[in-house]
């Protein structure tokens, strides 16, 4: 198993461009979550998804959206980035194991977002 | 809402020593886990705890979760120069449609061979 996967590691955008990180886990998790790590700030969760269509906001969703259309993918879109979304940027999974509990998470290994 | 503070922020120790910190909330979680992230890379778990007072061991890594369900420690002994990193405690109250995890904002641990 691959495990979590992200891409880009590495993205440097302008003020006000799009784009979209990929994330894919090979697990059949049903759970997958997005957070932010900035210095100091710990991990925040942008959006998180309990499985195929359904997602749902975390606590810091404003300028990015996700869809969940398959259960192994989970993108999430810059509608038009902001130097304040520089950050590293972390997706997860796990297995849900009954409705409103979930294991333990595992992560991606990262993507590193400059916007200028 | 919900936060953790963990602390120390930071710890810079020689070769050898235990290593201890914390995590502490104003609200109640029941489940306590502790990651490790490592420069690069994503945070890596090392320890679940799921019922107040378990005490739980990985090696060399103990934890506990507090029996007020509202804070949780980790144990280094005997450490070593792979123990650098960021080690961060996370809490979570699962549960109808709660899927969130709440995590500190990390404890920088630096050992001195």
């Known amino acids: 198993n691959a495990g979590v996967t992200q891409t880009p590691k590495f993205q440097v955008l302008k003020t006000g461009q799009s784009m979209t990180l990929q994330c894919a886990q090979d697990?059949?998790?049903?759970?997958m979550s997005w957070y932010r790590q900035d210095p100091g700030m710990g991990l925040r969760l942008i959006h998180y998804?309990?499985?195929?269509?359904?997602?749902d906001q975390g606590e810091v969703p404003n300028g990015y959206n996700v869809s969940r259309s398959t259960t192994e993918d989970f993108p999430l879109r810059l509608l038009s980035a902001a130097p304040s979304q520089t950050s590293v940027y972390f997706c997860a999974s796990s297995r849900t194991i009954s409705p409103g509990s979930i294991e333990t998470q595992y992560f991606g290994p990262g993507t590193r977002l400059l916007v200028l | 809402g919900q936060q953790l503070n963990q602390s120390p922020q930071s710890m810079f120790i020689q070769e050898g020593e235990d290593v201890s910190m914390n995590c502490t909330s104003s609200?109640?979680?029941?489940?306590w886990l502790w990651y490790k992230q490592e420069p690069g890379e994503g945070p890596v778990l090392l320890i679940a705890?799921?019922?107040?007072?378990e005490l739980t061991s990985n090696g060399r890594l103990t934890a506990q979760f507090g029996i007020t369900r509202k804070d949780s420690f980790l144990n280094i002994s005997a450490s070593i120069p792979s123990d650098v990193g960021i080690y961060f405690c996370a809490g979570s109250n699962s549960g109808g449609s709660n899927y969130k995890l709440t995590f500190g904002k990390g404890t920088l641990l630096t050992v001195n061979p």
């Open positions: 609200s109640i979680f029941n489940t």
């Open positions: 697990m059949n998790h049903e759970y």
């Open positions: 998804s309990v499985g195929a269509g359904i997602t």
């Open positions: 705890l799921y019922k107040a007072g």
